[in-house]
């Protein structure tokens, strides 16, 4: 099992950025796909991005050009970096972790239904326009 602590989320105006980050621990070394969820009220949670041990980076249509996923070499933080922020980026992110390869945006969001997934507990995003 992972342990996911997210950090970096806040209040923002529209046009400007945040940086996301989630400190991973526990089973780190059979991670492969980590990713950035996300889920606005009402509304059913999303992937944002994924990477995996092989460095295959994927990202959801509604953040291509804007958003960049990153991690260390240890595979123990992983990174969001949010640029060009909208008020329907608005949510709670959360990151996620699976022993799975995730090479497309398709096998990020199969981490979504997985009872093998770890999550964390989520950092609010508010983007105000």
């Known amino acids: 099992q992972v342990h996911l602590v997210e950090s970096g989320g806040g209040s923002v105006e529209s046009g400007g950025s945040l940086r996301l980050s989630c400190a991973a621990s526990g089973a780190t070394s059979t991670t492969s796909c980590m990713a950035w969820f996300r889920q606005a009220p009402g509304k059913e949670r999303e992937g944002v991005a994924g990477?995996?041990?092989?460095?295959?980076?994927s990202y959801a249509d509604f953040v291509k050009g804007r958003f960049t996923i990153s991690r260390d070499n240890a595979k123990t933080t992983l990174y969001l970096e949010m640029n060009s922020l909208k008020p329907e980026d608005t949510a709670m992110y959360y990151c996620?972790?699976?022993?799975?390869?995730?090479?497309?945006?398709?096998?990020?969001?199969?981490?979504?239904?997985?009872?093998?997934?770890?999550w964390g507990q989520g950092t609010q995003v508010t983007v105000s326009s």
């Open positions: 990477i995996d041990s092989l460095g295959r980076i």
């Open positions: 996620a972790a699976n022993r799975i390869h995730c090479r497309d945006m398709t096998a990020v969001q199969a981490l979504n239904v997985l009872r093998t997934t770890d």
